[in-house]
């Protein structure tokens, strides 16, 4: 398996990579974002955009470099339920329906990070911090 020991990085970078470019096209969209956050019924859509903000941009790039991992990745998880269950629950809409499904997998992607940790390629590895956890 010392061979494969790559791989957590490649899901990192392919799940990270979308949180962070997400991150940047709301912050270049500013008013169309916290308009959609305001036409959803969220209160504060300002301080939800700063949220989501943190959430994708910051998140996606602690993702990519490995940093507490863990903890990134369940409360990304958390989000992405969130999410799903804030915009994306007119199930009569197809697209809806996807992008629901799409966010619920995210979340399982990332409590897989949160379990088995960032991997051999993280600075959680290089910090002695567990690259994975032990089972009982």
């Known amino acids: 398996m010392e061979r494969f020991k790559f ?3 490649l899901g990192r970078i392919l799940i990270g990579g979308p949180f962070v ?3 940047l096209g709301k912050l270049a969209a500013y008013d169309a974002t916290v ?3 305001a ?3 969220l209160p504060v859509p300002s301080l ?4 989501a903000v943190l959430a994708e941009l910051g998140g996606g790039l602690l993702l990519l470099l490995g940093y507490r991992a863990r903890v990134v990745s369940l409360a990304m998880a958390i989000f992405c339920v969130v999410t799903a269950m804030s ?3 007119n199930f009569a809409d197809q697209n809806q329906v996807i992008h629901f499904f799409k966010n619920v997998m995210m979340a399982g992607g990332l409590l897989q990070i949160t379990w088995f940790g960032a991997g051999a390629f993280s600075l959680d590895a290089r910090s ?3 690259a994975l956890r032990v089972s009982s």
């Not at 939800?48 to 949220?51: D, I, M, R, T, V």
């Open 7 to 9: 791989l957590p990085l």
């Open 21 to 23: 470019l997400s991150g």
């Open 35 to 37: 308009g959609y956050i």
């Open 39 to 41: 036409a959803v019924g």
């Open 48 to 51: 939800a955009f700063a949220l």
């Open 87 to 89: 915009f994306h629950r």
């Open 128 to 130: 002695g911090r567990k």
